[in-house]
């Protein structure tokens, strides 16, 4: 009788411990946007550039390395939010020679990575009203706790890519 009463004890005590399982979460918070993980300095660890007809067609060498020539280890970037993390101004800084306009506006393709839409891309605009747009890049590497990023300017035209600037950056604290 005394192992039955046990039995049902520790069922008892089973069926208790499962049910006071209320795992709190904590308060619900917004996701982390692209525009949190881009905001900020950065500066550069590596610029290539890549000859896109010589590498379809496997001519070699297809890609330099310009991180040392022209002062473009001195290039840093820095893409500014507001108070709600959305975007402002960028600034160019570095005795270098521009790839694209040195100072505006920009903005993302897309708050959030997406998984079957490609490289979000970063709009630059010369006016805060961001209506003329100057220049478009690829964000081929999007920040995560390394702290580094690629960008990728691409040069093309009818539609055809014939040069790639990659831009490979470090965050500055």
């Known amino acids: 009788m005394r192992s039955k009463s046990y039995y049902w004890l520790a069922l008892f005590m089973c069926f208790f411990a499962i049910s006071c399982d209320n795992t709190e979460d904590g308060s619900y918070v917004d996701p982390i946007t692209i525009y949190e993980k881009v905001n900020g300095n950065w500066g550069l660890t590596n610029l290539k550039m890549v000859d896109e007809f010589a ?6 060498p297809n890609e330099e390395n310009l991180s040392t020539f022209f002062n473009y280890e001195d290039f840093k970037i820095n893409f500014s939010v507001d108070e709600k993390n959305r975007p402002t101004s960028y600034e160019v800084t570095g005795n270098v020679p521009p790839l694209f ?3 505006g506006y920009w903005e993302l393709s897309s708050d959030f990575q997406q998984t079957n839409a490609g490289a979000v891309k970063i709009y630059l605009y010369s006016d805060a009203q961001k209506t003329q747009k100057t220049d478009e890049l690829r964000l081929s590497s999007v920040p995560g706790k390394s702290g580094e990023m690629e960008i990728q300017l691409v040069r093309s035209s009818e539609g055809t890519a014939f040069l790639t600037y990659v831009f490979k950056l470090n965050a500055i604290n």
């Not at 590498?55 to 070699?60: R, V």
Request: proline share 11%.
């Open 55 to 60: 590498k379809t067609n496997k001519i070699e």
């Open 101 to 103: 306009a040195p100072k």
